[in-house]
């Protein structure tokens, strides 16, 4: 157990990890959610304090409760249903894969802002369509959880970004990833009608985010900006109430970052010069970049 820890932590002390560490947060999420409703249930026999609990985190596009609760449109996105574990798992492999993509090509900084993004614009859409379209106002106390909103504005921003990047399916072969989106955007719309409804709204708001995230991205405006400006928000208050020694510790672990490093194969390039590069390839495409550029954007990938 101690080991999975240790695993655990050095997941989020590693620098542009946001891959790994979104699903390390969903993965122990799901654990703890698990480990309560065992407990509630078999040893209190309350299995309703789990519901009650895991309300509180779950989007409810009833406006009344959501004003009351609007920290779920976030929080809804780290949570799964606990029984079946398929609802977990299709949503971490999704995440890994496409992922991967992003975090190659745009940086684990503007990976992690698709994330938010996706949540909150996924969730938003099913708030309008719930208390604004007649179909569904019938059913608008249902409760929404899952990643998958945010999956798929990673799934569609990596298709937006590389079309034609191909994957190989099990039993199928190659196949273009931009077919791989419309196919669960198919799906995504056939569910729009279905028992998980606000499910299937999720996932096309989280679509939308994700082809519009890139789209603007290539015109030079981010998106995830604001949230850059939070997290560092955050980062800055939590140093300034750091006690002195820890401080000194931390600017230690810092520096091993801030000055450039001898490699075997050269120098680790800085921060702005990756950023750089990143920003290159949303705008032209990896093929775009040059020789050094490239061999700058692989030893970034290796601190």
Known sequence: MSGILDDFKNAFAKRNNGLIQLIWLNVAVYVVMLVFLITATVFFKRPDIFETVLSYFSVTPAMGTFLLR????L???LFHAVNPISHLLPNMLMLYWFGAIIQEFLGSRRLINLYILGAIFGGALALIAFNF??????????????????V??????????????????FLIGPVKIKYIALFFLLISLAGAIGTNAGGGIVHMGGALLGYLYVKQLQTGRDWGTPIDATIEFFQN??????KPTIKVIHRQKESIYSNTQATVGGTYPDDDEVDEILD???RSGYESLTKEEKQKLFKASQK
């Not at 609007?70 to 449109?73: A, D, G, H, L, V």
């Not at 379209?133 to 945010?150: L, M």
């Open 280 to 282: 290159k390839i949303s």
């Open 152 to 169: 798929m504005a990673i799934m569609f921003a990596a298709a937006t970004l590389m079309p034609d990047y191909t994957f190989f399916l």
């Open 70 to 73: 609007p920290w779920t449109i």
């Open 133 to 150: 379209i007649p179909y569904y106002q019938g059913a608008i106390n249902t409760t929404i959880i899952g990643a998958s909103g945010s």
């Open 237 to 242: 208050l939590f140093k300034r109430i750091e």
């Open 75 to 77: 929080t809804y996105s």
